[in-house]
């Protein structure tokens, strides 16, 4: 799988120039500086660099190549008389022109499959995406996000449970063993009985159908039902089968595993971009937008830092891949968000493979 990575990006490399404007010694001077910053997060000075790259050239021809790289808005000097970064315009490039991506080790697969696929086994569908958002945590040293609808799964049951005259519970009860409730407000003078005829007409005809599909259902046999049903009793079928479908329709946003992000931490400067980054991790509906973003996309999509507003501050990025269900429908997003020095080429395969074993267990 060594082969160069061509992700969408999340913005255009601003930098006008193209891989084949860089000779061969600026390709690996550039390349240098970047392994070393996603490496170890330091800059790399002219006197290290000339002992790592395979072509022989002096300090000072190394100082001309980091001029022009400079010039060309690739890398930056952060502090005086200092060695050099690649700036986020120089990461954008060089994940888009010259990164080759990693090859997931088969332990690896095996975790993130057996662990997610138990998951599922054991606990809902929300439960093995909670794991999936652990593992690629664990794996990558970074914080595991999820974003997704939430499942329309096949009923089992529904019941009505009267909570005062005006208002009753709608207990959904699903075949992989969840458990929902809604808020229903009840039409004034519904008797007794209308909610456990409601219910017992609905389970006669709507068991294993989804919530989308049972709304569908009962639009298609409404003359019928209303000849079989007084009308207070109907009203109730339709309205509530419309809050339980108008609940369903919410995204929810899984975040695992920020706490690693403090174990790479090396100066005061770096825990104040974590506590900016825990910052961005609490506006749940930013990141949850900042996802769903991904799911225009065919395949991984990387953001990097300053690309999209959430983390212009904390200098964050972002690896994700959308997962499909089993109509190939794109239903949810899965990803890591970590410093701009992110090992992008071991975790863009690990998140893409995540993506697909996820999308399978909606396949069943």
Do not use: C, W
Not at 75 to 84: K, L, M, N, W
Not at 195 to 213: I, M, P, S, V
Not at 331 to 342: A, D, E, K, N, S
């Amino acid at each position: 799988m060594n082969e160069p990575f061509r992700p969408r990006p999340a913005a255009p490399a601003d930098t006008g120039l193209a891989i084949a404007d860089l000779d061969r010694r600026s390709r690996e001077i550039f390349r240098r500086i970047v392994d070393s910053y996603l490496t170890t997060g330091e800059p790399v000075g002219s006197r290290n660099l000339s002992r790592l790259i395979s072509v022989s050239l002096s300090p000072a021809s190394i100082r001309n190549v980091m001029a022009d790289l400079e010039a060309a808005g690739l890398i930056y000097a952060p502090h005086t008389s200092a060695g050099r970064l690649p700036t986020q315009t120089g990461l954008r490039f060089f994940v888009d022109a010259m990164m080759q991506v990693g090859e997931m080790a088969q332990s690896e697969r095996e975790q993130i499959a057996a662990q997610v696929r138990a998951a599922a086994a054991g606990r809902t569908f929300e439960g093995a995406l909670a794991e999936a958002s652990s593992l690629l945590s664990g794996l990558s040293r970074g914080a595991g996000v999820v974003v997704t609808s939430k499942r329309d799964a096949p009923l089992k049951q529904i019941e009505f449970v009267r909570l005062d005259p005006a208002r009753a519970l709608v207990v959904l009860v699903g075949q992989d063993g969840s458990v929902e409730n809604r808020i229903l407000d009840l039409p004034p003078g519904l008797p007794a009985s209308a909610l456990t005829e409601a219910a017992n007409y609905l389970n006669a005809r709507l068991a294993g159908r989804t919530l989308a599909g049972a709304r569908s259902e009962i639009e298609r046999q409404r003359e019928a039902m209303e000849r079989e049903l007084d009308s207070l009793t109907a009203r109730v079928v339709e309205d509530g089968l419309a809050v339980a479908v108008g609940h369903a329709e919410t995204r929810q946003l899984i975040v695992r595993g920020q706490a690693n992000l403090l174990d790479d931490v090396k100066a005061a400067e770096d825990l104040e971009r974590i506590r900016l980054l825990f910052a961005d991790l609490e506006a749940q509906t930013e990141v949850a937008d900042l996802l769903s973003r991904a799911e225009t996309a065919e395949g991984v999509r990387i953001f990097i830092g300053s690309e999209n507003k959430l983390f212009s501050l904390s200098g964050s990025s972002m690896v994700a891949a959308p997962f499909r269900d089993a109509d190939q429908q794109i239903v949810g997003v899965v990803g890591v968000i970590g410093p701009t020095r992110l090992n992008y080429s071991r975790i863009v395969p690990m998140v893409d493979y995540t993506a697909r074993v996820v999308g399978r267990l909606l396949e069943r």
